[in-house]
């Protein structure tokens, strides 16, 4: 009698597993279906995030963990940024610290006057080594000559360089001068910018100037227009003023010294004090 022959299971997976899947599939839907139709309580989300704020500081330069925030989702600048939220976070430590500072000095003002002119000459001595760095890549350190108080920073041009003798022509060589002078003022003009004109005591007389005071002024006037028509400057922020022989720096009774007094001046005043 012949041997029957065994019944081989068809290819495929299981039955039961197609089932299975079948389930699940049905439930992962059934489980994105209620979470889309869920909501979030704006309210205690909130509070959640303000309580985090003031116990850990996590929140106060800004930044998110998803999303555009500051410290992760910025892929290969998240160095720069995470640098720039230490700044921030420290900027506002530092300004609380001047704050307190200054509060001791309530009943003292002349100590709180003495004060706020250190931290203005301060200020002033790094803007001034930073106008000098910029005079000397543009080749002007033979023409101008910088310097500071505690109100300003200084700009200072021989008067020889920038005009004739008895007039306010600007020389084709001051144009030159100014153009980069003007590049060095559109950076670091952040407040008032005052040009000063100053001559010898040398009495004039002519036809265009009745005295040193119109000449001098007649010469702020002539780098005031200059500087208006070349360089992006706010004409708000821009002033001019003759101060003829009035404010010497030098012996005027020398060749030296009269040539150091015929001068033009730019102040640039700190924005920031």
Not at 127 to 133: D, K, N, P, T
Not at 159 to 165: M, V, Y
Not at 239 to 257: C, F, L, Q, W, Y
Request: aromatic share 6%; net charge negative.
């Amino acid at each position: 009698m012949a041997k029957k022959r065994e019944e081989t299971p068809p290819p495929g997976s299981p039955a039961w597993m197609s089932t299975f899947s079948d389930l699940m599939n049905l439930l992962l839907c059934f489980f994105v279906l209620l979470f889309s139709m869920s909501t979030i309580d704006e309210a205690k989300l909130a509070e959640i995030v303000a309580s985090m704020s003031s116990s850990f500081s996590v929140f106060d330069g800004g930044a998110r963990s998803i999303g555009d925030g500051m410290l992760i989702s910025n892929g290969v600048s998240q160095l720069n940024e995470l640098s720039q939220y230490i700044n921030s976070t420290g900027a506002a430590a530092d300004s609380k610290q001047d704050t307190q500072n200054l509060e001791q000095y309530d009943n003292d003002p002349q100590g709180l006057k003495e004060l706020l002119e250190e931290q203005n000459l301060e200020a002033n001595e790094r803007m001034a080594e930073s106008v000098a760095e910029s005079v000397a890549e543009s080749g002007l350190s033979e023409q101008v000559e910088v310097s500071f108080t505690s109100q300003y920073v200084e700009l200072t041009m021989k008067g020889g360089l920038l005009f004739d003798s008895g007039s306010a022509q600007l020389k084709e060589e001051a144009e030159r001068v100014l153009d980069r002078v003007g590049e060095i003022l559109m950076r670091y003009s952040s407040g008032l910018i005052e040009i000063e004109g100053h001559t010898d005591n040398v009495p004039i007389r002519s036809a265009q100037y009745a005295s040193n005071e119109e000449l001098s002024s007649a010469r702020a006037l002539s780098v005031f227009y200059y500087l208006l028509d070349h360089a992006a400057l706010d004409p708000t922020e821009l002033k001019h003023a003759g101060m003829g022989d009035r404010v010497p720096i030098a012996d005027n009774s020398t060749e030296e010294g009269r040539s150091r007094n015929r001068r033009v001046e730019i102040r640039i005043y700190n924005g920031v004090l």
